[in-house]
Structure formats: structure tokens, C-alpha cells
């Protein structure tokens, strides 16, 4: 099996892996994390251009492997026309963005933090593109989201740039989760979540009565992530991002995903008359809004920002005409637009960069100082504003023709032709404005820095863009044919029509309205400071961020509003409200059902052991309760319900669970006494009658109500799958063991999350203790000076004598997991009390110099060794964690079973071991540091 078996998932997976690398070279060097970058997108390229004879070919090449098949979750990547024109726009653009990015940034920038926020976009966006499974889409989707922010905050530092990104994390992040609730319809009406059935269900999609609420909460996901009116408002807020940033997600990124929504799922849901209404109209304003703001800028950013929105508008504008060729065009416009925006931020980018300022009434005159960008700028703002032999102005003829094509007849005919001239023709505005204010018209003001030339090497990227809308503008058919009729095909879902992008179609009405376009333009430049001073005098307050703002600041006020109704900074409210509305919902279902709650089971005899036992541990249970303001005392008794609680598990045959209780017990309770010595040792008694009488009678009733709830269950017949368990142990996990094979086998991926949220459990405690210096008690409650010795000899020469067997001990219980009562779980608090007990005994400084494991190296190995435990099947064509087993035979030692659960119970194993000891490890510390300070005084 070779590596291009896996080169889908690869495309997508490789930018997370090489983002934490990118991250860790910057300590050697500043630019290393830019050739890691360089060489990742290298890397993908190399896989994903053997797939291009095939797309061309009309093939839709699909990679699938099984994760939860029952509810219809699998790892599913595909790649068809185009999925493959996405893909080399984000691998290309983003190449020559690492390459620019190398040097834009400064040397007081974290190019390693950069550059692994970066990678980590570019793989949410060739998740997008690449995914089969819709509900996988959703995921990279909201990563996309997440990573942006990153990227846009980049510069912490500033407000705006966090204002811009919480802005954008918003307004996306609702979006996903319309985005969320239509893919969850898609799949329910289509019968799968699979991308090729979806598409093929289009027509009972369209019939479903839930039509119309998907393809609402579709388009919110598609209209807030790429900035469609009403959602427009927070793209131009993202400027506060570094250039690079700026030019990758306006150009290529970002944005785009929306769009390369509505161009996957065309063949679902264009057509109808809600599609063409909402997102037409979108479109349509969103055009008009951003040409016409963009006019208004005077920072060469801001412009590009409000022309994005505009080209965005046209593009979804293409969309809603439901077209074929409309279709076409709307996808060659999306290729040009990368192009030329991508090379007018990046100018813009040079320009600040060596000038110190984007606003442009201070760059004047820029021609004679920077002839060669100022060349650069020149050809891609025209290619924006549509100038014949350039690859803008084809794209814009073909939206000319569609928009004529679709104004249909009555006194309405020339509504959409006239709306998008008017829209043009502020593109040609805004398009000399960038030429002429920055390049010509006088001589620079007050600029921060002397203009000049970039390095040669930051021109590259810009120089490439530039000579592609040349290309493009001249040889369009053998440029762009293959790949553009490849994407066409594959998002109609059928045969792409035949097209045309030839330079000159004769004098028609899409060329005289080019013509009137750039006419109109030129004057309205030429008028511009009176319509400035129109526009600041009537329009320049209504903005969608103040809109934005006002609702942000309710929702705070409400929700702050309900926490203090809730929250009165005291647990005992808040487990309050919690047990009256869980007693509420429970007489709430008993009333319902208006059944008996006892059944007609039988039940089993009390034995006198049983008895015996119950009654003890409620008679702990009460102690602990009266006895909790002497804390030392309630954490003895504590200790006592967990003894009884493991005693339980052995009287009913659960050896596995009562010896994890046991080792628990163990932890917890070092745990505490190591955070209980910096507590007050004595918890004030509450002398107020009213809180005895309600907190007595909440918790008589929460009792009355579990046990009402437990003897409804346990009185009637039920069927427990723990006869599955038993019947499988053996057969399908190789184990006998039945509750360590439910572990690792049949509940693997449950157990991964949950050493997952251990991990990340001990690296909190970790982050809130490391450096942490508090003053302890030198005293204990009864005034007795804590001992000044505390190592006693004894525990020193028992824990180090005892500690190989403690090892031994744990190492036997992990080995015997798979078969007798034990496991990873297990094994690894028993470690951890090993080495517990070596720190307690000999102190912090004694054990580090002989144990010098670091622990987030432990934890982040254990997850590393259960992770790739999952992948391995996963590349052998079964579901994710699925486990194999054998029975070799050798001599002497004779026949023994090797599982694949093994390399999963280690992971699990060291992750207990490493969060366990970091845990109490950072307490030990602090305790160490108090008795320090304490000494000192």
C-alpha cells in the first residue's frame, strides 16, 4: 500500500503536524519556521497534483475510512474539479504568502507563533475543501474560525486587532452552528452524511418540507463566514491582522469557504425561488455596500477590505442566478479575484511596510520612489477595475452578460443590469483612487519613513500574482480551461456546458456597459472630494459594527443580569438550584407517566454483610456531613466512605472497580491534605437555622428522589447489555477481562477522550501552581508547631525499600489487565503512588535528582501511543480503535495472546502516571516553598 493511498487525509492532516514544529524551531533560529511552513505546502502540493489527470478526467476520487459508522461519522475526504481548484488556490496563494510573510514580519514578531497559525489555517481550509463527510466539514469549518481569530490577534497588543477578532469569532462561530443544525438536516433528508449521496438526494432534498429551515441555517453559515450583507461588517474589522494574514484569507481563504459552499452544494438547493430571493439579494447588496464604501477609504487596507466584500457580492450574485454559465463565471471570477487581490495586498502591504503608513492622503507620489511595486499595483488594481487584457475584465464581461441574461422581461429588465454597472462603476472609482492617490497626485505627507523599494525577494510573490492576470488576460482558454471546466463539472454534478473566455465577443450591450462602467468611473473620481464631503456630512455613522456592538453589550448585561440571580459566589446556591430543578423535572416525569414507581421484579435477600456494610457507610456518610467544618476529621471520614464503596465492589464481584476505588482513594486523599494545609484548618459553623431547615430538607428530598428513581429502574424487568459484554469479551477482544476489554476495546474512543481530559487536567494544575508562592500555617489547629524534620528517617528507608516493589506490582497489574482483574488504569495510579510516596518521604529536591522524567512528556507520550493505537487501523482500512489480537506459541513459555489493546492500556497507563504526579508533584512544591518561607521567617 503506498503513501498515495493516504494522500487525502494526509493533504489535510500535514499543516496541524508541521504547525507545532514551526512553533518549536524559532528557539534556533527566526526564519527556520518559515522553511518549515515553505516545505509543508511544498509537501502538499507534491500530493495533491497526482490526482490531477485523474480530476481532469472527469473522476471524483474518494478516501474513506470507518469511524462511527452507526451514526453515519466517517474520516471521508474526496477530490473532484473542484475540490482540486480550492485546494491549488489555498496551497499556491498560501506558498507565496509564507514566502512574502518572511519578510513583512519584524524581528520583534513571534514568526514561529505566526507560522504555526499559519499551517494550522491552511489545514481548516483544505479540510473544507477535501471533506466527504459533511458533519467532517463542520468540524474544519469551525477550525477555520478558531484559527482566523488566532491569525487576526495576532498582534495582541493592539486593541483593535483583538476587537476585530473576537468581531469575526462571533459572527463565524454563530454561523458554524447554523452551519451545524443544516448539515444535521442534509443528512436525516438525504439518508447520510456521505457528500456524494447528498448530492445525489438533491431532488427529495428540494421536496423534504424541511427545505426551506435548511437552507436558511445553510446560507447563515455561508453568509456570516463570508461577510454577505447583513454579516458584511465584520470583514473590514479583520484588517487590524498583519498584511499577510490579510492578503491570504481576502484572496484565497477564509472568505472563500462560504463560497466554495454554495458552489458544492449548487446542485442541492439552487433552482428554487428561496435561493434565488436570498441570496441573489445578499449578493446584490453586498455588491453595491462594499463598491460603494471602498470609495470612502482612505486606508489602502480599509479599500481592499470594502472591494473584497464587493467582488464577494458579485461572485454569491453569480450564485443566486442558478445558472449554468453563471455557474462558470462565478468560479472564474473566484480564481481571478485571488490573483489580483492577493497582489494588491500584498502591495499594500510593501507600501506600509516601507513607508510607515497605508493612509492614503499622506502617499503621494510614490511612482518615482517605488517604480517597480508602483508597476505591480498598477496592473492589479486594473485588473480590478476590469481594463480589457486582464483577468478581471473577462470574468466582469461574463457577469455582464448573466446579469442580462437573468433580468428577464418587464419594466424590471434593466434593474439587475443598471444595479451592477452602478457597481462596476464604483469599482473603477475605487480602482484609480489606488493608482492614482498613492502613485501620482503630488508629493508625499509628513510619511513616517523615506519610501523605497522592498527586498527584491518580497516583490516575488506580488511579481507571480501579477504576470498570472497578465496570462490569464491574454491565453484564457489555455490558462484556466482544464481546471475551470473540471470545477464546473463537478459542482453542477453533471457535464460542464461548453464556454467561451475569448478576449473580444464584438460590440455588444456586456461591452458597452464595460465601456459606460469605466466612463462613469473616471468622473466620479474626478467628483470625489464633493461626494466625500456628502458621504461625512450624512452616511459615515451607520456601520454594522455599532449594530454589532449594541447587541454585544445587551446580551453581557442579560447575562450578567442571570448570573447574579443564580451565582451569589457560594456553592451552596448554585448546588441549590441545581438539585430543586433536578427534583422538579423528576416529579415532573413520575406525573407524566402516572405509573406506580415500584415494579413487579423480585428482589434479592439482604444478607447480614450486606446490611452491615450499607448502614456503615451511611453512618460514614453522615459523619462526614456533621463533622465537615473539622476538616482533617471529615477527610478521615471521607476516607472511610471510599473504603466501604470499594468493599461494595468486592461483595458484588467487581474487583476491577474496588481496586481502582482503593488507588483512587489513595491519590485523592494526598491530593487533599497537600491543598487542605494551606486552607484554614477549621470551616466556620453556620449558625442560621433557616439555612439548617432548607439545606436539611433539599437534601432529604434529592435523597427520597434518587431513591425513588433507582427502585423505579431496579423493580422492573430490563434487558442489560452487560450480556453482550460477557457474551464478546473473549471473541472480539481477545481479553476475559470484561471490564478491561470494554476499556480498551468496545469503549476505546471514551477511554481516549477521558485520559484526554485528564492530560489537560494536570497541565491546568500545572499552569495555576508552577511558580506559586503561598505562605502555610506554622502552627497546626490546636497550636502545635509543625515538625521541623519533615522526612522522618523511617518513611525514607521503607518508601526507598519498598518502591522497586511498588513498580513490580503496578508493572504485574498492567501486563495481567487484558485477562484478570487490573489495567492501565490501574497500574498507573499504583505507579503514581509510587512515586508519590518518594517525594512525600524524601522530599522535592532528593527525588527530582533521581527520577528526572518530566512529566508533560509522560502525558503528551501516553496520548501520542493511544492516538496512533486508533490511526493504525484506521490506514489498515477498519474503524477508528479497532483492535486485533493473536495467540503465539513458543517454547517453554508456551501459548500467550498478544493484543493490539496493549498499546492503548500504555497510553492510558502513562497519562494517569503523568497527570497524577505533575498534580501532586506542583503541591508538593508549594508546600515545600511554604515551609521555605516559613523558615526563613
Known sequence: MNLLSFNLPLLAILPFLAAPLAAYVNRHHRLAPAWVAGFTALISLALLLPTTQSVFGGETLIQTWQWIPLIGLEFAFRVDGLALMFALLILLIGLLIIFYARYYLTSKDSTGRFYAYLLMFMGSMLGIVLSENILQLVVFWELTSLTSFLLISFWQYRQDARQGARMALAITGAGGLALLGAMILLGQMAGSYQLTDVLAA?????????FVPTLILFLLGVFTKSAQFPFHFWLPHAMA??????????????????????????????????????????????????????????????????STLSHLGLITLLFGFSTEMALIAALFHIINHATFKGSLFMVAGIIDHESGTRDMRKLNGLLKMMPHTAVLAMIAAAAMAGVPLLNGFLSKEMFFEQALSASGGGLTAWFVPVVVTVAAT??????????????????????????????????????????????????PMIVLAPILSS????????????FSLAIWHGFNIPLLMSFVAMVLGI?????????????????????????????????????????????????????????????????????????????????????????????????????????????????????????????????????????????????????????????PQHTPQERSFARYTRDGVISMLSAVGVFMLTMAVLSREYQPISQFFLDNAKPGGGGTNVVNVI???????????????????????YAMLHGLKLAAPSKDIDGITWSHDPHPPIMQTLTRLLFPLMLMVAVFIFIRGHNLPGGGFIAGLIAAVALISQYLANGIDWTNERLKSDMHIVIALGLAIAVVTGLVPLFLGFPFLTTAFTYLTWPVVGTFEIASAIAFDLGVFLVVVGSAVMILVELGKLSHAAHFINAEE
Open 426 to 475: 464604483f469599482s473603477v472609482a475605487y480602482s484609480l483612487r489606488f493608482i492614482h492617490d498613492v502613485f501620482f497626485n503630488g508629493e508625499p505627507i509628513d510619511l513616517p519613513k523615506t519610501p523605497h523599494e522592498p527586498p527584491r525577494f518580497m516583490k516575488i510573490p506580488v511579481d507571480i500574482l501579477v504576470v498570472l492576470c497578465l496570462l490569464v488576460g491574454i491565453a
Open 487 to 498: 470545477a464546473a463539472a463537478a459542482s453542477l454534478q453533471t457535464a460542464a456546458p461548453s
Open 743 to 765: 476499556l480498551v476495546d468496545f469503549r476505546g474512543f471514551d477511554t481516549l477522550g477521558e485520559i484526554v481530559v485528564l492530560g489537560l487536567a494536570g497541565l491546568c494544575v
Open 241 to 306: 491582522a498583519p498584511t499577510p494574514v490579510s492578503a491570504y484569507l481576502h484572496s484565497a481563504t477564509m472568505v472563500k469557504a462560504g463560497i466554495f459552499l454554495l458552489a458544492r452544494f449548487f446542485p442541492v438547493f439552487s433552482g428554487t425561488p428561496e435561493w434565488i430571493w436570498l441570496v441573489g439579494g445578499a449578493g446584490m447588496i453586498t455588491l453595491l455596500i462594499g463598491a460603494y464604501i471602498a470609495l470612502f477609504k482612505h486606508d489602502l487596507k480599509g479599500l481592499l477590505a470594502y
Open 523 to 679: 468622473l466620479l473620481y474626478t467628483q470625489r472630494k464633493k461626494l466625500w464631503d456628502w458621504h461625512e456630512r450624512t452616511l459615515w455613522r451607520i456601520e454594522g459594527k455599532n449594530i454589532f456592538d449594541w447587541v454585544m453589550r445587551k446580551v453581557i448585561r442579560a447575562a450578567r443580569k442571570t448570573t447574579a440571580l443564580f451565582d451569589r459566589n457560594s456553592l451552596q446556591p448554585a448546588i441549590t438550584w441545581i438539585l430543586g430543578a433536578s427534583l422538579l423535572i423528576g416529579l415532573a416525569a413520575f406525573a407524566q407517566f402516572q405509573s406506580p414507581v415500584l415494579g413487579n421484579r423480585t428482589f434479592l435477600p439482604v444478607d447480614a454483610v450486606t446490611a452491615t456494610l450499607a448502614v456503615m457507610l451511611m453512618v460514614a456518610s453522615l459523619f462526614t456531613a456533621f463533622l465537615h467544618h473539622k476538616r482533617l476529621v471529615s477527610l478521615v471520614t471521607i476516607g472511610v466512605v471510599g473504603l466501604l464503596v470499594s468493599l461494595g465492589f468486592v461483595l458484588f464481584s467487581a474487583p476491577d472497580l474496588a481496586l481502582t476505588q482503593l488507588s483512587v482513594e489513595v491519590v485523592t486523599i494526598v491530593l487533599l491534605l497537600l491543598a487542605l494545609f494551606f486552607l
Open 202 to 210: 438533491s431532488n427529495a432534498i428540494k421536496a423534504d418540507p424541511l
